[in-house]
């Protein structure tokens, strides 16, 4: 049996009007569109807009979902391109916070004598993600963090396999330096 | 597929499935070359960090998420409710504007002919149906 076979009927009988079926595939994604979204916009109060956003748009589009992609990269695809969307409305908000949270020595702890190895490593992770450029936050976030395999990145970004890989390798070498700067990774 | 991509294609495919033993062999090969090795190296790193990371929506998402809907579809409701009003307050005042102009129409007509028999409302005399077409058409009977 088709392992989105469930998928596909929760769709079903959201599509007839079926509200519970649609709060289960809420629920059951829910987790990776807080990734994907999380992963791209930081932990913000904007991220739960979208991440509402996105399965306000699969509801409208449900009638137009004919499964040629699993559920969970349909989504996937929803919440790539409405998180470039809100960065891309947010651009100028987004650079002024990091430069207070600069100002505030945010990004230069060690300035302030604090023991890297006290701090959160997640927090200082997740912070580091979003120094990113967006083109390598998205394939990192799809392809390190939730697994999609290079050829589902690329379909999902709409690029060329090719560009996936060498933009994962390069912001890997990005994230290495901004790590080694917070003292995470040792030179 | 470029060599360069081909390698790292398979150096990540090895940290996500169980590679075929040719595949092993091959990537073995390609890991003499020291740039990859170390490319190797930092996503066994990456991976380890950024494996523990994890987002979460604030409890009760789900039912934020419905709560919209539901709040989406009322405003659709009423959107719907009043443009149909809106229809029925536009078409009744064109009717009355419409019955308004056709009384003051025939109030006219019966004040200047005294009546409002067809021949007068139609601005015809000595009406028939046979000759009604052409007087609709303006045929000129005169010649």
Known sequence: MNK???????VEKARTGDERAFAAIV??????VANVVKGMLGNVAEADDVGQEVFIRFYHSLDRYRGD???RTY???IAINLSLNELKKKKRVVSLFTQKQEEAGYSDLSDEGRDAEKRDTREVVEAALLKLEEGFRS????????????????????LPMGTVLSRLSRAQKQLKEILMNEKIFKP | MKEQEMKRELLYASFDRDLSPEEKKLLEEYLKDPALKAEEEELREMRGLLGE???HFDEGFSSRVMQRL??????TKVVEM?????????????????????????ISIYMTSGSLSKETVLGVDNYSEDNLVSYLLYEDFSE
């Open chain 1, 4 to 10: 989105y076979a469930g998928d596909w009927e929760l």
């Open chain 1, 27 to 32: 629920r059951k994604f829910e987790p990776m």
């Open chain 1, 69 to 71: 992609a699993a559920l």
């Open chain 1, 75 to 77: 989504l996937t695809r």
């Open chain 1, 139 to 158: 394939v990192v976030v799809l392809r390190l963090i939730e697994g999609y395999s290079t050829k589902e990145t690329a379909e999902i970004l709409n």
């Open chain 2, 53 to 55: 990371t994890s987002w």
């Open chain 2, 70 to 75: 539901s709040e989406e579809k009322e405003q």
């Open chain 2, 82 to 106: 009043e443009n149909t009003g809106q229809f029925f307050s536009l078409f009744r005042k064109i009717a009355v504007a419409s019955i308004a102009v056709i009384a003051v129409l025939l």
